[in-house]
């Protein structure tokens, strides 16, 4: 009995123990559960507190551009920009801390410059990420337009975009010969499926639109439509097929090259609402170096290859001048004797103007724009130099001053650099730099070097046999 | 210096003419003369700038040599296009030379119409005896094709800075009327790709193509 008493007493004691745990637990949940809400609850208050200052921030950002009653797509999105940038500027510190230090020395460049690396290297800051997204595009719809990585032959060069047209074409449901279509299917799936696919998707209204055009213009849509069984290889329908494909792509680059220069706008505007301490003459030059310095040199390489295809004829004219006449003298392309030595021993197993040509093949090495420009000034740079130099070698005396180099000097000697340089890109390479040259350069010396490495270029396409006839120094 | 008018003109001149005719010593006379013999370019007498100031405003010249070889005439028009000015300059004792002037005279009113100034300059009047263009032709050619007649000598260093200075302010006039008939405020930056570029006035208003008179 006694042992039985005890025995209950012990359950007693236990289910005493066993009820306080469990009511320990029921309070710690409960508690939980308050934790829980409050934490909800403090979430809630900051998120509303955080679209509160969205708001606020665009509202802001409104009433900066509330000059203009109505607003465009552009104003629309540079506010929401705008606000974006507000917020960031609320959560970090370093645009504060720049901003202080310009304000101080508003026009130190090596601030300016300073700001614009630290503003580079936030790959968060809004800014940037516009920089990104802008990017993106003008790379993608270059690289949908390029079959991978071919070289500019012309059987290639016709492939992708046919197959974009010919697609187009399905779509529009004019049903052209289905061997075509298949051919078409089988080009698209040789292609890296990722571009065949960019391809159809960002590019298919563009060409779609393009073909509108064209079929309107061209009458043999009628006869062909319907016409699935004519198997004949019709030529003319082939030469047209290249016209088009010729045509539209010159319009898918012109888009592409407005779309880049639209890219920069955006970003400089952007730049400058974020730091408008930059708006000056000189800070602003830096900003836009910089700038397009980071926004193209991951996109030179597609964009360089779509101009290649584009004027694929001029190079090879040009690819096939310069191997016929590689190793020409220099007077050959009509560069007046005192200005290269008669005797080359004087120049140590070099050629004459070698360092220029040195340096314009360093053109391809860079990936921007301004950079090339600036290899082009010291090309011609060079050039005078070497000009000077090898006059002197042959007139002990001092050169008369009206003797400088003008241009009927140093456009054969330009050529004759070309020719040596043995790289008929530099036609692709300056049709892309002339679009991408800016205004305040075009009529500097930038722009004169340019528009001269261009003609000199010009020169050697047309001094091939079947054109022009060869070079022959006109006696004046 | 400080100039009254708060803008910057920036023309740019062609330089044409026929090999032999003297018009590098005619440009590079020009630009040496106010400043020393060290300040030729970079670039030589290829392509030369100078500042000026006309009647309170800023003009910053920007000058092109062309080559004068038959064979680069295919490549003129690049060369041209955006030009506000062009100088045509001949030699008085070359006839051959003035009917090249003539052509470039019609390729230039082709592709730039009446918006670009142009000289007609017979140079080498130092040559007088020897002269076998005549200064009625030259003239009356002149006025025929709305270009402007001038008469100089590079070696005696006559008549070139009035040329330019006669140029410059007929530039300067064509931009003005150019600006008034485009309404103001309507001219910046949506003017695409002009020759003539008026900068607003900041103080030290970064010019791009280098510095001063001849630097590049």
């Not at chain 1, 990420?129 to 016709?158: E, G, N, T, V, W």
């Not at chain 1, 052209?176 to 078409?184: I, K, M």
């Not at chain 1, 680059?253 to 400089?268: G, M, P, Q």
């Not at chain 2, 140029?167 to 001219?187: F, H, I, P």
Request: hydrophobic share 35%; aromatic share 6%; net charge negative.
């Amino acid at each position: 009995m006694i042992r039985r008493r005890r025995e209950t007493a012990m359950d007693l004691r236990l289910y005493w123990k066993k009820l306080k745990t469990f009511w320990k637990t029921l309070s710690l949940q409960r508690q939980m559960m308050e934790n829980l809400i409050i934490a909800k609850a403090r979430q809630d208050a900051l998120q509303r507190k955080m679209e509160e200052r969205r708001l606020r921030l665009q509202e802001e950002a409104n009433r900066r551009f509330a000059t203009c009653g109505t607003m465009t797509p552009e104003e629309q999105e540079q506010r929401v920009l705008y606000a974006s940038v507000l917020e960031y500027e609320q959560d970090h510190e370093w645009p504060k801390i720049w901003k202080a230090k310009l304000k101080k020395s508003p026009n130190d460049p090596a601030l300016v410059s300073g700001l614009i690396a630290c503003l580079l290297s936030y790959p968060d800051h809004p800014v940037m990420k516009l920089l990104k997204r802008l990017q993106y595009r003008p790379s993608r719809s270059a690289h949908s337009l390029l079959l991978s990585d071919c070289p500019i032959s012309p059987h290639h060069q016709q492939s992708p975009f046919k197959s974009a047209l010919t697609h187009s074409l399905s779509d529009a449901s004019i049903s052209l010969s289905p061997s075509r279509d298949l051919n078409a299917n089988d080009t698209k799936s040789e292609a890296d499926p990722d571009d065949s696919s960019s391809l159809l998707t960002t590019d298919r209204e563009n060409s779609f639109e393009d073909l509108e055009k064209f079929l309107t213009q061209l009458d043999w849509v009628p006869s062909h439509s319907g016409d699935d069984d004519d198997t004949d290889p019709d030529v003319t329908f082939e030469s047209q097929i290249h016209d088009l494909e010729e045509r539209a792509l010159k319009e898918h680059l012109k888009a592409i090259v407005k779309d880049i220069h639209n890219a920069i706008d955006r970003l400089l505007s952007l730049c400058l609402l974020s730091f408008e301490c930059l708006n000056t003459a000189n800070s602003k030059d830096q900003c836009v170096a910089s700038m397009e310095e980071v926004f193209f040199t991951p996109i030179w390489r597609p964009l360089l290859a779509l101009f290649r295809k584009v004027h694929g004829e001029r190079e090879q004219a040009v690819e096939s001048s310069m191997h016929l006449y590689h190793h020409v003298s220099p007077g050959d392309v009509g560069v007046a004797s005192k200005l290269f030595p008669r005797d080359l021993a004087v120049l140590h197993g070099s050629y004459p103007y070698e360092s220029a040509v040195q340096e314009l093949k360093l053109l391809c090495r860079e990936y921007c724009p301004q950079k090339k420009l600036e290899c082009i000034v010291r090309t011609l740079r060079i050039i005078c130099g070497c000009a000077e130099d090898y006059r002197l070698l042959q007139e002990n005396d001092p050169p008369p001053r009206s003797a400088a180099i003008g241009a009927d000097d140093l456009l054969p000697i330009l050529a004759f650099v070309a020719l040596r340089s043995e790289m008929p890109q530099l036609v692709s390479e300056c049709a892309a730099l002339e679009e991408f040259i800016h205004e305040g350069y075009l009529i500097g010396e930038e722009g004169y070097c340019l528009t001269s490495l261009q003609s000199a270029l010009t020169y050697v396409e047309s001094m091939l046999p079947s054109g022009a006839p060869p070079p022959a120094p006109k006696p004046t | 210096m400080a100039a009254a008018g708060g803008k910057t003109y920036s023309f740019k001149v062609v330089l044409l003419g026929e090999g032999c005719v003297g018009k590098t010593s005619l440009v590079l006379r020009y630009c040496e003369n106010k400043f020393n013999d060290k300040h030729i370019t970079t670039l030589q007498a290829s392509f030369l700038t100078k500042k000026l100031n006309i009647t309170g405003k800023r003009v910053n010249l920007a000058i092109w040599d062309t080559a004068g070889q038959e064979r680069f005439h295919a490549l003129g028009p690049i060369y041209y296009r955006d030009s506000n000015g062009a100088i045509l300059v001949y030699d008085v004792t070359d006839e051959d030379s003035f009917q090249k002037v003539k052509n470039w005279v019609k390729e230039l009113r082709k592709m730039l119409g009446n918006e670009i100034c142009l000289c007609i300059v017979g140079n080498k009047i130092d040559l007088e005896k020897e002269r076998h263009v005549s200064v009625e032709e030259a003239e009356g050619y002149a006025e025929s094709v709305g270009a402007k007649h001038y008469h100089t000598s590079a070696k005696l260093n006559k008549g070139i800075e009035e040329l330019f200075l006669d140029l410059c302010k007929r530039m300067m006039e064509t931009a003005q009327l150019e600006e008034r008939s485009r309404g103001n405020g309507a001219s910046n930056s949506s003017t695409g790709r002009r020759g003539v570029q008026i900068v607003d006035d900041e103080p030290q208003a970064a010019v791009p193509a280098g510095g001063c008179c001849t630097s590049g």
